[in-house]
């Protein structure tokens, strides 16, 4: 069965700082792998994914993600952080065709 | 497009109660996910459903719960009767097939009293 790690749960970062989430996963294969955007109140707002091709993918608000096979990783990065980047992040995994395993999420807080 | 709509956004209730959840998905999406978010188990997949049809209720987590789709436009969630266990949010996604990815809803928040 596939699974995610998400080793931080919560970081703190200066606005216009870079910003790193980390996101390891179990799979036997190569996984679908996803990171999705949860701001308070309201539902998963899709980032980026990776299916195969290219390792570093290119998502929405900036944001892009590396997938390291070696490492069973999939990890998110922002290279400036806007104050409207607090919020909760979820790294997920699909083995199927549609079964996703969702991390555990990371809170990211933006300080002025 | 209008993104998956689900309602009521807030549902408070009694415990005994039955509590109705809606989703109409995206036009044109095929499958249909029910998800519940709490803070001890994190996001949790009920039920898959794929051209109307339950594909994977595996994570249903008992009898009291049940999920139709009577059409491509509308899928409920029904617990019945409910328990104060059952507080959470609870969110509907669709995709296409085809290893899209899912688009949600921005959930129910359900309290049971």
């Known amino acids: 069965a596939q699974s995610v790690t998400q080793p931080d749960i919560h970081i703190t970062v200066s606005e216009g700082a870079s910003l790193e989430l980390r996101c390891n996963y179990s799979?036997?294969?190569?996984?679908?792998l996803f990171w999705y955007v949860q701001s308070p109140g309201q539902g998963l707002q899709l980032l980026l994914k990776?299916?195969?091709?290219?390792?570093l993918v290119q998502g929405i608000k900036g944001f892009e993600a590396e997938f390291k096979r070696s490492q069973s990783s999939f990890n998110l990065r922002k290279p400036s952080v806007h104050w409207s980047d607090a919020a909760e992040y979820f790294c997920?995994?699909?083995?199927?065709?549609?079964?996703?395993?969702f991390g555990a999420g990371t809170t990211v807080t933006v300080r002025a | 497009d209008a993104g998956v709509i689900q309602s009521p956004r807030h549902e408070v209730t009694e415990m005994g109660q039955e509590v109705t959840l809606r989703c109409k998905p995206i036009?044109?999406?095929?499958?249909l996910f029910w998800y519940r978010q709490t803070m001890m188990r994190g996001l949790e997949l009920l039920i898959y459903?794929?051209?109307?049809?339950?594909?994977?209720d595996s994570g249903m987590p008992e009898d009291r719960f049940s999920a139709k789709m009577p059409n491509a436009s509308f899928s409920t969630l029904k617990i019945q009767p409910s328990e104060p266990r059952d507080s959470a949010v609870y969110f509907c996604?669709?995709?296409?097939?085809?290893?899209?990815?899912?688009?949600f809803g921005d959930g129910t928040r359900l309290s049971i009293l």
């Open positions: 996604a669709s995709r296409r097939t085809g290893n899209q990815p899912q688009h």
């Open positions: 799979y036997g294969a190569t996984p679908y």
């Open positions: 990776y299916f195969s091709g290219d390792t």
């Open positions: 997920a995994v699909g083995a199927s065709d549609y079964k996703l395993s």
């Open positions: 036009s044109g999406h095929n499958s």
């Open positions: 459903f794929n051209n109307n049809v339950p594909i994977d």
